[in-house]
């Protein structure tokens, strides 16, 4: 689901919700022993070897192989070699990628992921003639070729990237575009989290770091949230300068790209990448937007009935309700709550998930430095995913643990395809994390008799799918207005800051009073900078899942085969085809009103608990 290069693009999009004991700590030695190890040093040179010596056997060869009559054995040999490369210099990135994460703000980590990074990027511009080259061919050759035996089980691989061939450079721009990479949106990713990482928030005579400091958005107390609220808006103005400029390179730098590509619409390569056609995604926008005055208006109008307000401040969105005893989940309960509520829908799900937990593939204290949030990364197929939080004893946490394994199982199912089709477009990416956040969910439901905790439950799952489904589509709205804006000039922070509260505006509602200070919460995003409209593949995994559930609910038997199938594909498929078994089409407006409808249900329980 994954690039390898960009640990982070599956972050949950939640923050992560007081420290538990024993947290664990992720091993990664089973990718390599240490920075220092000699076999960091040993597979760089191997793959900048491999990756000349690949060039100079293929390059410019692969017309006269596809016209020969052995094409598909000769090709499949290239494909062969091509796919060991990559699974090697995937290795190194992930590698370097996760050590990084671990401590953004270590001089040494920082040093390594970027020498990393510059030599896998070195050695990799040898391979750009391949897929390029690929795409010249007749498509009669490839045709022909791909019915020899040897070579027909890339179809769906030479299917993608043919996707890609409108939109291909010649080879000389396609490695000058990837070169300076390194000095260009890659260099911008790393300030952007480096400067993160070292934020510090005064909250009541505390200097806090920024996880800690948003998990005090979910304090029971107003004043604690009031005054997190408070030192997040003061440190963000602090640096809003250096946001900004990020901000305004990278929406150039993607700018140049797309006009060079030849994109007509700033989003078409996210829905590229996504293989998802722009009319879906269209669809989607458009359902989700018409239902904000049924969703979160309705919903953040109750809520603040529930705490006795005209409106509710920003800081209130995602407080508990009160008067309702806030449970905490150590990490051991956490741990038995995810891994039963997986079994109960399907052992072999739970069985892969506890993996995760025997083998240390799960990285869960706050640490300083440490990058925010939450997020599965699968390595290559070889390894392992490793999952990365920030735990803090809260039921969202628990949430979040559920999601992310979610992701974990997905990429250990879909690992087989090998490094060439194992990863999966965003939007079916999401599919597994919110499935497993849902069975956690209905678990933990059905475990709770008592009235006032039931309704705390129904209450927190709402506003989990709608900071998944609204606030995400309010995401892509925000980016697409600064994306747009930025075709024409600079952008200021007040104009950036502006176009934030407009979209947050609209999809909360009057039941939410912005004040002062909000403008600049856009700031500590991280998928605005590392995976421009990423966003919206939330709110379609979101969608996606409510549907899904529903025909588990009707019709239970053959389901989790069914299911696993769909995860155990990866990137083979089209989402057309993994959601024909199951009688959906995320073609027809009727699917994303389906999802939407769930949430609305959601509601309309609290409404009829509140009498």
Known sequence: MTSAATPAASASPRSAAAPSPALPEWDLSDLYPGMASPEVAADLKEAESACAAFAETWRGKLGEIAAAADAGPRLAEAVRQYEAI???????????????????????????????????????????????????????????????PALARWWPWFTDIRKERPYQLDDRLEQLFLEKSVTGRTAWNRLFNETVSTLRFKVEGRELTLEPTLNLLLEPAEPARKAAAEALATTFREHLRTFTLITNV?????????????????????????????????????????????????????????????????????????????????????????????RGFSPKLAEIAQRFFDRRWIDAPVRPGKAPGAFSHPTVP????????????????????????????????????????????????????????????????????DRAQRKALIASKVEDMLNTVVRQIAFYSFERKVHEARIAGELTADEIGRFWLEVQGESLGPAIRLGPGYETFWTYIGHFVHAPFYVYAYAFGDCLVNSLYAVYERAPEGFAERYLGLLAAGGTKHHSELLAPFGLDAREPAFWQTGLTVIERMIGELEALEG
């Open 86 to 148: 990559e699974e090697l210099l995937g290795r190194l990135i992930s590698y370097a990628g996760l050590v990084y994460a671990g401590d953004n703000s270590d001089p040494a980590r920082a040093k390594f992921y970027g020498d990393v990074q510059e030599r896998v990027t070195n050695a990799s511009s040898h391979l750009l003639f391949f897929e390029l080259e690929m795409n010249r061919l007749d498509d009669a050759l490839v045709d022909a070729a791909l019915a020899d």
């Open 250 to 342: 990278l929406a150039k730098d993607k700018e140049i790209t797309d006009r060079w590509r030849g994109f007509k619409d700033v989003a078409d390569s996210r829905h590229l990448a996504n293989r998802v056609e722009r009319e879906v995604v269209e669809a989607l926008v458009s359902a989700v937007r018409d239902a904000y005055p049924r969703l979160s208006h309705r919903y953040y109008a109750l809520k603040a009935r529930w705490f006795g307000k005209d409106a509710l401040d920003h800081w209130d969105r995602n407080a508990p309700l009160p008067k309702v005893e806030q449970r905490t989940y150590a990490w051991p309960e956490a741990r038995s709550t995810v891994l039963d509520a997986y």
């Open 382 to 449: 070889s390894v392992h995913p490793y999952v990365l939080m920030n735990y803090q004893n809260k039921p969202r946490d628990v949430m979040t643990l559920a999601h992310e394994l979610g992701h974990g199982v997905h990429q250990v199912l879909a690992a087989p395809n090998g490094p060439l089709m194992a990863p999966t477009p965003l939007t079916l990416a999401e599919t597994a994390s919110v499935f497993g956040e849902m069975l956690t969910f209905k678990a933990i439901l059905a475990a709770t008799p």
